[in-house]
């Protein structure tokens, strides 16, 4: 009960922020860490700046901008291009494109009049851009406009993509799914009403099954072809985040602490565990096992089975899931003093970032 109440006093506190309430011009935005990585490279969101962090030895590289500035701060992860800029929205309801060699960045797209929450998705030649006014933006890869949507309620979550339609799903805090052509922006299909708003991003299997978690306390799988529904599991609690989809097996954790693996096909269960703290975040799988993040500053590392490796406080509240870079798993924190953190398989830390003030 206390991380669902601190969990929503976050939302409204948003909330408030996101419908001009508390001040556009005057707020900063302090909150959790977003994390993406290629093979060389971390690239944390964290605050009023965006940090290079080497993977060789957790040293930064650099940081965007070179001097903090009280307008710009950052929730969502940055997203990277195929030509290897970064694509990351502000709160200050602006797209930036940061060159990953130097950190030198400059504004990509200033049309949205919501903050960015979610990430920014980058595919084929397109960059999708989730906003809390309502509406995903797609942009050509000179930030400008191709295609644009509105829903009901504000977006919090990136989309997911899947080539072989050439579409994307994206998902509303309007308790929908919707499945657009990617070029055009055709609106392909839209789900019924799921019950409850969803935050986090949708997985798609290899034969075409979306699956999103709601805040109804439920898992729903659709049919991604039309948006059919084929089957709704209920946890305990708020679905935050999506699941992670491996073979015929999803995992996945709700606000309560609860983990589950359910069959793909069915929807049933196949173990539960409950280690400790709320789970926000998708977890990650690897050819080592499953690893997930809580609430309450746990890494767990789970077997298939369902048997707990390990079990590692990092002390600080985890929002952000783990991230592999090679044989390393990253985990972005909200602690300046271990903002990220590397580890390895069996859960021994390679090494951890501090922020220098």
């Known amino acids: 009960m206390k991380s669902k109440i601190t969990i929503f006093l976050t939302i409204l506190f948003l909330a408030l922020l996101l419908s001009g309430c508390a001040g556009q011009s005057s707020t900063v935005a302090s909150g959790w860490a977003s994390l993406t990585s290629d093979d060389e490279t971390a690239y944390v969101s964290f605050n009023t700046q965006v940090y290079a962090i080497s993977l060789a030895n957790g040293t930064e590289r650099w940081h965007f901008p070179a001097e903090p500035d009280a307008k710009i701060s950052f929730y969502a992860a940055p997203a990277l291009t195929a030509d290897g800029d970064l694509i990351v929205g502000g709160y200050d309801s602006i797209l930036y494109q940061v060159d990953t060699q130097t950190g030198q960045g400059t504004a990509f797209f200033d049309g949205a009049e919501g903050r960015y929450i979610g990430a920014p998705l980058v595919a084929s030649d397109l960059v999708l851009a989730p906003s809390a006014d309502h509406t995903l933006y797609a942009l050509d890869m000179a930030g400008q406009p191709v295609w644009q949507y509105e829903t009901e309620e504000p977006l919090w979550a990136q989309p997911a993509t899947d080539p072989a339609c050439n579409c994307i799903y994206l998902t509303s805090m309007d308790h929908k799914v919707y499945a657009f052509e990617l070029e055009t922006g055709r609106l392909i299909w839209s789900s019924t009403d799921l019950g409850g708003s969803i935050v986090g991003t949708p997985a798609v299997s290899a034969d075409k099954v979306v699956y999103v978690g709601t805040f ?142």
């Open 216 to 357: 109804a306390n439920e898992l729903v799988a659709l049919e991604a072809a039309t948006g059919r529904e084929l089957w709704r599991f209920t946890a305990n609690d708020w679905v935050w985040a999506g699941p992670a989809v491996n073979e015929d097996t999803l995992y996945f954790g709700d606000i309560s602490g609860s983990f589950f693996a359910l069959d793909r096909q069915s929807g049933e269960v196949i173990w539960q565990i409950q280690p400790d703290g709320a789970i926000v975040s998708t977890p990650l799988v690897t050819e080592d096992g499953i690893y997930f993040t809580t609430e309450d500053g746990s890494l767990v590392a789970v077997t298939p089975e369902g048997a707990i490796r390990w079990n590692q406080s990092l002390e600080t509240s985890l929002h952000a899931g783990p991230v592999a870079a090679g044989d390393t798993i990253l985990v972005a924190t909200s602690n300046p003093e271990n903002l990220l953190i590397a580890v390895d398989s069996n859960g021994v830390r390679k090494w951890s970032f501090k922020l220098t003030k």
